[in-house]
Each structure stands twice: as structure tokens, then as C-alpha cells.
């Protein structure tokens, strides 16, 4: 691949031009042959591993700016990270190209809304590949997912291989991380969604417009002739609509406010939701074994996403009946206990707000609710995350994953924002212990919503990754409870 040609505006310093077969981010990853893109960090210079990777074979490198004294090539472009992720397209041989691509940003529902859409195509036998925070997919094989959104080059070969493996449609999350670090360039969506958008990853964008305006970006990467969907019932959302170009469709979904695709007749309940979905003066009966009024809401954005692609409202009625389950969004454990107990992976305001609200409608009794929040993130959403808590009958807050910093200082920043509520929470360090504490005080009619990690199999504690799951630990007490009665059973 010729960069003169691929970067026409590009310089060079040393040649005339560099041919390009492989690109590397990472120094570690160089071999003889390769490119080096000279990524600018959020915390350390990256120039500093240029030695690393020309003694790994490197022969060029893709710079911002001229580096002195370098025995090799160098391009130099004006966005290296967009430059990086379109030749790591161009290289895997553009495959977002023979696919229909899907990418779904958003604060909250991004996993669920993609879920969805992969169960409804695959549903009318449309192979569909997936990458989001669960799992990435290749329509052959899944494998844990590392990032919400994958780096720019194993994002392109995941893409690769769900071309290779005969997949037509790929449903992808994509995070404001990665909208904000180009990892899309060079990748064309068929459509572009946006759920909503409220206070997260502060830490990184600073405030609430730096952090909108990147998701707004997803417009960007829709094709010429995409759609772009937009919540309605999201004041960002409609925002975005100036966003969206004259030759594309602009679709929108919403429950409260106008929209093209929206619910009437809702029914909730623990064992999930019956609505009608209505667009363009057509109605179907949907039922779905999520649960809450903001999964109707989900599929909702799924349902425009698909119409979007061609599909009739009978199609995605009968696909998205065909989710069991979203591992870890509003999850039911049940071991035959008489209390419901539903796992959830709300680790902002809004989300556990949302939540919580959702289990008051359908629970006829108490609800209990076990949370926390991360260490070394945006500090600024914790008091918000206590005040959102407030709203369960019963609150205890505990450890989340706080990394590098004392959980309690964590727990007491959460629970100010109860306080303010005029809540008093119950504060556990261990989480394992918070939640026992919670299902040994659950009452018959009770739920407990143990929210913050969801799918999540591991806890982050200092520098550690430590095994633990929240459902793990819900069976396992469900096991040992059973266990000592069965002991007190005389023979």
C-alpha cells in the first residue's frame, strides 16, 4: 500500500514514499517489515518507543511531526490515529466494504440494542457478527471482549475474518473512546445509531459537550446513503439531527416524544415486557423477556436499525422475541428462591436510575439494591450514583472495581449522594459480603438488584484482577444456604 497515495497531503522525510504491508501501534508488536505509528498518549510520549521499534525490525514510521535523527522513513500526517486507522482498513483489505455494518453508540444500551439486532438477523438467517463489551463475534467463534470497541487494526481484521467466515451484517458498540480516537476511519457504517447520552467517562472528555460532541461523530461514519437513528426521547439525540447530511435517512424511535418507530400498549412485568411496536401506520404485537420500560426503548432502536436494513415489523417482532437474555443487562438469577433477583450492569446515574425505576413497576414489594462505583474514573458521577440509588427501598454500596484506590473512600463518596436524599445506606467493603447481606435480608416478593458489574467475571482490587462474578456469587449463596438446611434436616 503506497501512503503517498493513500495520504496524498502527507510529507516525507527521506523518500519519495513508503510501502506499507503491516502497521504497529504497539513497539513490543514490531517486526522486520513494519510501519510504526507514532501514537500520541493521554499520558506518556510515544516518541519514546520509537527506539523499541526500529530495534524490532520497524522501517518506517507514521509520525505528526518530523522526529531528528532517525536512521529510517518517516510519513508525517496531520491526524495520526486516523491515518493509523485507515490504512489498518486498507491493509485488511477494506471489509467493513462487504458487509453491512452497524454501529451503535450511546451512554447506555449500546450492548443490549446490538444484541437485539443480531438476534433479529440472525433470526431471518442473516449471519451476523458481533463485537461489543460482552463478546466479539466473527460468525464462527466468540472470543471475551478486551475493549468496548476494538483497537483500529484488530478491528479491522475481526471485520476481515466475519467477511471470510461469509457474514453479511456486523453489529458493532462503538464508545466514545473510540469515535474521539478515529477507530472507525477507513470504516463505512450502513447505519449509525445513537441511544442517549448522559454523564460518563468524564474523567476523559472532561464535560458533558466534549464528551456529546463525540458522539455525535458516529454521523460521520455512516455512508452517503445510511441512516442515521436518534432517540427522540433524548434531548442530545435531537440535537444530532443537524448532524445528519441531506443524502441520508434520518430515523428516530421514542416512547414519550414523536417518533417515527414507537410503543403503544405497554405491559410490564418480571418476566419481561408486552408491547405494540408501530411505524409508518403498521402495528405489531412484540413481547420480550427484557425487562423495564428502557429495554422497550432498546427495542425500539433495534427495530429502526432493522427496518433500516429492510426487514418487516413481523420479522423483528419474531427476532427480537428470540433473545432469551443480554448476559449481564437486567439478568434473572433464579434458584428458586421466592424474591426476584436480577443482575445489571448500570454503572451510571442515569442507567441505575432507570433500573431501579423498572424494578419498583414491576416488583410488588421491597427492592433491594447493591452497588458501587469504579476507582481511578470520573469521580464527579459519584455522589450522582448515590443519589440515584436512593430511590431502591433498601440501598447497601460497596466495591465495584477500585483499582488503585481505598474502596472506602470510594463507598463514602457514593453514599453523600444518598444522603442528600435523606437515605442512610448500609457501607460494604466486600462486595461478596454486600450482596449475601442483601439476599439474606430479601423477604418472599422482594427483588434484589445487584447492579454496576454485570457480565463482568473479574473484580479489579489495586493492581489485581481477581475471579468474581456477581451471578457466581448469587448461585453460590443459593448453594450454601441449601447445603446447611439440608444439614439441619434430621435423619
Not at 510520549?45 to 535523527?69: C, F, S, W
Not at 460497596?398 to 444518598?418: K, L, W, Y
Amino acid at each position: 500500500m503506497s501512503l503517498r497515495a493513500l495520504f496524498p497531503s502527507a510529507s516525507f522525510v527521506d523518500c519519495a514514499d513508503i510501502c506499507a504491508t503491516s502497521i504497529q501501534s504497539d513497539s513490543r508488536r514490531c517486526e522486520s517489515g513494519d510501519i510504526f505509528a507514532v501514537i500520541p498518549g493521554t499520558r506518556e510520549n510515544a516518541e519514546q518507543y520509537i527506539p523499541e521499534a526500529l530495534r524490532n525490525g520497524a522501517k518506517a514510521i507514521l509520525t505528526g511531526h518530523p522526529v531528528v535523527d532517525l536512521p529510517v522513513s518517516q510519513c508525517i500526517v496531520t491526524d495520526v490515529r486516523k491515518a493509523y486507522a485507515v490504512l489498518c482498513a486498507e491493509i485488511a483489505g477494506r471489509p467493513a466494504r462487504h458487509l453491512q455494518a452497524v454501529g451503535v453508540t450511546g451512554t447506555n444500551g449500546k450492548t443490549t440494542v446490538t444484541w437485539l439486532v443480531r438476534a433479529i438477523l440472525q433470526n431471518t438467517e442473516r449471519r451476523t457478527g458481533l463485537l461489543g463489551t460482552v463478546e466479539y463475534h466473527d460468525g464462527v467463534s466468540a472470543c471475551p471482549a478486551s475493549l468496548t470497541t476494538p483497537d483500529a487494526s484488530e478491528l479491522s481484521q475481526l471485520l476481515s475474518k466475519m467477511v471470510k467466515n461469509d457474514v453479511t451484517h456486523a453489529v458493532m458498540e462503538v464508545s466514545s473512546h473510540a469515535l474521539d480516537q478515529s477507530r472507525l476511519a477507513g470504516i463505512d457504517l450502513s447505519v449509525g445509531v445513537v441511544t442517549n447520552v448522559t454523564q460518563d467517562h468524564f474523567d476523559y472528555h472532561q464535560n458533558r459537550e466534549n464528551y456529546a460532541a463525540c458522539k455525535a461523530k458516529i454521523v460521520q461514519h455512516v455512508k452517503q446513503n445510511g441512516t442515521v437513528v436518534l432517540n427522540s426521547d433524548d434531548s442530545a439525540c435531537r440535537s444530532f439531527a443537524s448532524e445528519v447530511k441531506v443524502t441520508q435517512t434520518l430515523l428516530t424511535y421514542g416512547i414519550h416524544n414523536r417518533a417515527d418507530v414507537t410503543a403503544e400498549q405497554i405491559q410490564e412485568s418480571t418476566s419481561g415486557v408486552a408491547f405494540d411496536v408501530l411505524f409508518d401506520g403498521s402495528r405489531v404485537p412484540v413481547r420480550t423477556s427484557l425487562i423495564g420500560m428502557h429495554n422497550v426503548s432498546n427495542c425500539l432502536a433495534a427495530a429502526a436499525v432493522c427496518l433500516a436494513l429492510g426487514l418487516s415489523l413481523t420479522e423483528i417482532a419474531e427476532g427480537i422475541q428470540s433473545l432469551g437474555c443480554v448476559p449481564g443487562r437486567m439478568e434473572q438469577v433464579n434458584c428458586g428462591q421466592p424474591y426476584t433477583v436480577l443482575i445489571d450492569y448500570a454503572h451510571t446515574d442515569d442507567a441505575l436510575c432507570h433500573v431501579i425505576r423498572s424494578a419498583k413497576e414491576v416488583c410488588p414489594s421491597r427492592v433491594l439494591c447493591v452497588f458501587g462505583a469504579g476507582g481511578d474514573r470520573d469521580n464527579s458521577k459519584r455522589g450522582l450514583l448515590g443519589m440515584a440509588g436512593s430511590e431502591a427501598d433498601q440501598v447497601i454500596i460497596t466495591s465495584d472495581n477500585p483499582r488503585s484506590e481505598d474502596p472506602m473512600q470510594i463507598i463514602e463518596m457514593v453514599a453523600e449522594g444518598c444522603r442528600t436524599k435523606g437515605v442512610l445506606p448500609e457501607l460494604i467493603v466486600d462486595r461478596k459480603e454486600a450482596i449475601y447481606r442483601a439476599l439474606k435480608e430479601a423477604q418472599p416478593g422482594d427483588l434484589v438488584l445487584i447492579a454496576g458489574k454485570g457480565h463482568e467475571c473479574e473484580q479489579i482490587i489495586g493492581d489485581q484482577k481477581i475471579p468474581f462474578s456477581d451471578r457466581l456469587v448469587v448461585e453460590n449463596y443459593f448453594s450454601n444456604s441449601l447445603s446447611e438446611n439440608s444439614a439441619k434436616i434430621p435423619a
